[in-house]
C-alpha cells in the first residue's frame, strides 16, 4: 500500500439505518429530516459518518443515540454500498443495518443540532429521501421480511409473549400480503420458531387465547 497514492485519499463511510416498528398493524421506518448540506431539509434514514476510531456497528449504534435518543437497539447487519457517486462531498461507502422497535415503549427525539425533525413513516408513503436512502430503505425492506420468517427478531415486539391472530396480523403486515389464517397457524406451531407458555389471555367477549414466545435457538427453516 502506497499511503502517497491520492486513489486511497478523500473516502469515507457511512452507516445508515432502518428502525421499523410496527403502530396499529402498519410498518413504520424512523426517518430525520437533515439541517445540514448536502441535501438540506430532506428525509433521510438514521445516518450519518463513521470516525475512524469506531467498528461500523458502534458507529451505527452513536448515530442512532445522536439523532433520536433510542438506546440498547439489536440490529442487523444488511448491506455493503459501494456506488462511487453516492456522496457528492468524497466516496462515501456505506454500511446498512435494520431494528426493529416497540412504538408504545420509546420516546423519539425530535431535533438536533443536525436534525430538525423526527418521525414515523408509513413505508408503503415514503417521499424522496437524501442520498440513496430510498434504494437502501427497500433492501432493508427485503432484509427484514427475510428475518420474520427465519429468525426470533420480532421477538423485540412481543417479549412476554403473543398470540396466534396477533402474530398473524404482523406477517401480514411486514410481508404485504393476505396469509391464509389456518395455514399460517400450522405452519408457525410446527415451525420451532415459537413454544406454547402453557398460558393464556382473556379478551372480552372471546374465549380464552393461548400466549406463544420466540424460542431463543431459531431452527433453519423458513416460515412462509
Known amino acids: 500500500m502506497e499511503l502517497n497514492n491520492p486513489l486511497y485519499k478523500n473516502m469515507g463511510a457511512h452507516v445508515i439505518n432502518s428502525i421499523f416498528t410496527i403502530d396499529k398493524g402498519i410498518v413504520k421506518v424512523l426517518l430525520i429530516k437533515r439541517t445540514n448540506n448536502p441535501y438540506k431539509n430532506m428525509w433521510a434514514l438514521v445516518s450519518g459518518a463513521m470516525y475512524n476510531n469506531e467498528l461500523i456497528t458502534t458507529a451505527a449504534k452513536r448515530e442512532i443515540k445522536e439523532k433520536t435518543n433510542l438506546e440498547n ?17 468524497l466516496r462515501m461507502l456505506g454500511f446498512s443495518f435494520i431494528g426493529l422497535v416497540d412504538i408504545e415503549k ?3 427525539m425530535k431535533e438536533t443540532n ?20 430510498n ?3 427497500n433492501n432493508s425492506i427485503d432484509k427484514l421480511k427475510y428475518l420474520i420468517t427465519n429468525s426470533n427478531i420480532l421477538k423485540t415486539l412481543y417479549p412476554t409473549g403473543f398470540t396466534i391472530p396477533e402474530i398473524h396480523k404482523v406477517y401480514e403486515s411486514i410481508l404485504n400480503k393476505e396469509l391464509d389464517r389456518r395455514n399460517f397457524r400450522k405452519k408457525i406451531l410446527t415451525s420451532g420458531l415459537v413454544k406454547d407458555t ?24 423458513k416460515l412462509i
Open 198 to 221: 402453557n398460558q393464556t389471555i382473556n379478551f372480552k367477549g372471546k374465549k380464552p387465547a393461548k400466549l406463544y414466545i420466540f424460542n431463543d435457538n431459531i431452527p433453519d427453516k
Open 106 to 108: 420509546v420516546n423519539i
Open 114 to 133: 443536525k436534525t430538525s425533525d423526527a418521525d414515523w413513516f408509513d413505508i408503503n408513503k415514503i417521499p424522496n429521501l437524501a442520498y440513496d436512502h
Open 135 to 137: 434504494k437502501i430503505l
Open 73 to 89: 437497539i439489536n440490529l442487523e447487519f444488511v448491506n455493503v454500498i459501494d456506488d462511487i457517486d453516492r456522496s457528492p462531498l
